[in-house]
């Protein structure tokens, strides 16, 4: 497999404040990871900056407006009761992000790469059209789908959001949207409260699966393996985009979902099956969150070793 990593040093300059969990360390520790010798066959890509245009696909102009007014020249700017901040650099760094998922987008459909993992932070599926939720400014998973209906003109995207926390975001997106399915796996109760089982959209193209602490492994796969890969099937996307969350690591410090390294592995080699089944293999990858130093460097390890077909 050829896959592609896109990055750009924008995304270390969002400075949310000393001890905030999403902080730049995340993205070194995730750099360090992929520079070891085994992961050498990577591709390595600059992010071009997003637009305004790709913004708006999905998120409301006001909204933009209001983001683009508050980035602060200095200290930071708060978008979400405290959990979300601005700093000087917060702006160019979220829009490396979007640049990233939409150029990933780009590069699968032009066939010059199989898939894509964009190392970039912040997170973006809590971000909801018209506001920055939990650690999210811009929604960059949900543009890129759009952005692949829109530009390419593709008739059914997916995203596959394994990350621990409900992306409430990208669902509020796709809500009333039929070219569009979103499938999650998450803990639940855990913060911010929604994807319920039944939730399923507007058009019936959401599928929740919630997971209580303490699940572990063999619970998680197993709810994956029967209620998420058959529906993603079903629906026969032709992209996949992943919200890849590396928050369920049974060392993560913000949830209790148990996991192991090699779990991630295997989620991803699951959609990558069905990937090759349905779309050509063509998937896109987005970094979300986790937010333990040695959970997120394994499981994303195995994340992209899977995608390298290894
Ligand atoms: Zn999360």
Redesign the pocket.
């Known amino acids: 497999m050829r896959t592609l990593v896109m990055f750009h040093p924008d995304c270390l300059e969002h400075l949310p404040g000393p001890g905030h969990p999403e902080s730049p360390e995340r993205l070194h520790v995730v750099m360090r990871a992929l520079w070891e010798p085994e992961f050498a066959g990577l591709a390595w890509r600059e992010a071009p900056r997003g637009s305004r245009e790709q913004l708006l696909l999905v998120h409301d102009a006001d909204y933009v407006d209001t983001v683009a007014a508050l980035a602060p020249l200095e200290g930071t700017a708060v978008l979400d009761g405290g959990d979300t901040v601005m700093s000087r650099g917060s702006l160019d760094a979220v829009m490396r992000c979007v640049g990233a998922a939409c150029a990933g987008v780009d590069a699968v459909l032009a066939g010059e790469a199989d898939n894509v993992f964009c190392a970039t932070r912040p997170?973006g599926h809590h971000a909801e059209p018209d506001r920055a939720m939990g650690f999210c400014i811009f929604n960059q998973v949900a543009i890129a789908a759009r952005h692949a209906l829109h530009a390419h003109g593709l008739a059914r995207v997916a995203v596959i959001d394994f990350?621990?926390?409900h992306g409430n975001g990208t669902q509020a997106a796709f809500h009333a949207e039929p070219r569009l399915f979103f499938g999650s796996s998450h803990q639940s109760p855990l913060y911010p409260g929604t994807g319920a089982a039944s939730e399923h959209g507007g058009s019936n193209n959401i599928v929740n699966v919630p997971l209580p602490p303490g699940c572990g492994s063999q619970a998680f796969r197993n709810s994956v393996a029967m209620r998420l890969l058959p529906a993603l099937r079903a629906f026969a996307p032709e992209l996949i985009l992943v919200s890849a969350?590396f928050?369920a690591h049974r060392l993560d410090p913000?949830a209790q979902m148990e996991l192991d390294d090699e779990d991630f592995g295997w989620i991803t080699r699951e959609v990558m099956a069905i990937a090759a089944d349905v779309c050509g293999g063509r998937i896109v990858s987005v970094l979300?969150?986790g937010y333990s130093g040695a959970g997120l460097a394994g499981g994303c390890a195995a994340h992209v070793r899977a995608l390298m077909g290894r």
């Open positions: 997170c990350d621990v926390h969350g928050d913000l979300e969150g």
